[in-house]
């Protein structure tokens, strides 16, 4: 069974440009979740999104945005990008039950010049 | 103040050491608990999760205690395949899948 699958795997961007990521779950996963991994932290949580509804919301900007689509799949968008947002992007799929295990993508490694 | 702390490290160890890694949560309210290892430049990968009784699995062994908001794992007869980060990660009661990591513990098995 695919697991988690995310794309673009990597990408460069210019300050001031738009990212868009995305991301697919485990078969029979309707939650999903994106993280924010910089070089030397743990992942810090951005989105968790469930029936195509926002679950939840960490302490990120406007600038941050996702949806999740009828198929549970989902995008993250970040608008007006800066040199701060480079980092590893991790989305993570699980069963809708709070503490339930999240399974991880390989991540999209965002590099903003 | 952090939902999660941890000992960043880094440890190194020769193989076959026994290795404990400790970590504390702030937050009362936290309701389940978990260690995830993470290889260089690859995703989260779950390693076990941790309840109250404490858990073994194999080599590994995770302790709770919610008294003193306190997790621990400890690695026994480590191998150079342990080499890797190890992030302790609570999830919030009411919070959905809402997971909060540590920074995480390097840790190194040299041979």
């Known amino acids: 069974d695919a697991g988690v699958t995310q794309s673009p795997t990597h990408l460069i961007k210019t300050r001031g440009q738009h990212v868009t990521l995305r991301c697919s779950p485990i078969?029979?996963?309707?939650?999903v979740s994106w993280y924010q991994q910089v070089l030397g932290q743990g992942p810090q949580f951005i989105f968790q999104?469930?029936?195509?509804?926002?679950?939840g919301r960490g302490n990120f900007p406007d600038r941050f945005s996702a949806r999740q689509f009828p198929n549970y799949s989902s995008e993250l968008n970040v608008n007006a990008l800066l040199l701060g947002d480079s980092a590893l992007y991790l989305c993570?799929?699980?069963?809708?039950?709070?503490?339930?295990?999240?399974?991880f993508g390989e991540g999209s490694w965002l590099t903003v010049v | 103040r952090k939902e999660v702390e941890q000992d960043p490290g880094p440890f190194n160890v020769p193989e076959g050491a026994t290795v404990a890694f400790n970590c504390t949560y702030s937050?009362?309210?936290?309701?389940?608990f978990f260690w995830y290892r993470q290889d260089c430049r690859k995703e989260p990968k779950l390693l076990m999760s941790?309840?109250?009784s404490g858990n073994e699995d194999g080599r590994f062994t995770a302790q709770l205690n919610r008294a003193s908001q306190y997790i621990s794992l400890l690695i026994r007869d480590s191998k150079l395949s342990d080499s890797a980060t190890y992030l302790c990660?609570?999830?919030?009661?009411?919070?959905?899948?809402?997971?909060?990591f540590g920074t995480g513990t390097s840790l190194t098995v040299i041979p």
């Open positions: 941790v309840y109250s």
């Open positions: 990660v609570v999830n919030l009661a009411n919070t959905g899948n809402q997971f909060y």
């Open positions: 078969s029979g996963h309707k939650s």
């Open positions: 999104y469930y029936e195509k509804e926002e679950r």
């Open positions: 993570a799929s699980s069963l809708d039950r709070p503490g339930n295990t999240i399974y």
């Open positions: 937050n009362s309210a936290s309701q389940s």
